[in-house]
């Protein structure tokens, strides 16, 4: 069964950092393309970055992150992380992550324009709290 779990959500001190990971099982990440996404409570689900599945890697980021937050991913250990750096009180919510297959495309940019439905499988989320 294929399944996408997030960790290493917590409580972080403003201007802080914290690094979210992803873990896919039942199935390789190779040629899939990941999204983080974040919830905050009565908004909207905002896309925040994504990465494109090997061989090319490349990355793609909201404004709501760019310049601080780092998409990376391993493929040896079927995991992606999100390096969140320059944390405020606007980045507390809930983080997913969400995956797809590349298909015909070659940038995950192709698919996390259209947002939530432009992913098919979605872990449960963890929790980031920004606060002193």
């Known amino acids: 069964q294929a399944k996408l779990v997030e960790s290493g959500g917590s409580l972080v001190q403003p201007g802080g950092s914290l690094t979210l990971s992803c873990v896919a099982s039942?199935?390789?990440?190779?040629?899939?393309?990941i999204a983080w996404f974040r919830q905050v409570p009565g908004k909207v689900l905002k896309e925040l970055s994504c990465?494109?599945?090997?061989?090319?890697?490349?990355?793609d980021y909201s404004e709501l992150v760019k310049g601080r937050f780092i998409i990376s991913r391993d493929d040896a250990k079927n995991t992606v992380y999100l390096q969140m750096n320059s944390v405020n009180s606007e980045d507390t919510g809930v983080y997913y992550c969400?995956?797809?297959?590349?298909?015909?495309?070659?940038?995950?940019?192709?698919?996390?324009?259209?947002?939530?439905?432009?992913?098919?499988?979605w872990g449960k989320g963890t929790p980031v709290t920004v606060s002193t």
């Open positions: 969400a995956g797809r297959s590349m298909g015909t495309e070659t940038t995950c940019g192709a698919y996390m324009k259209f947002g939530s439905n432009g992913f098919a499988l």
């Open positions: 990465i494109d599945g090997n061989p090319g890697a490349g990355a």
């Open positions: 039942g199935f390789s990440l190779d040629r899939f393309a």
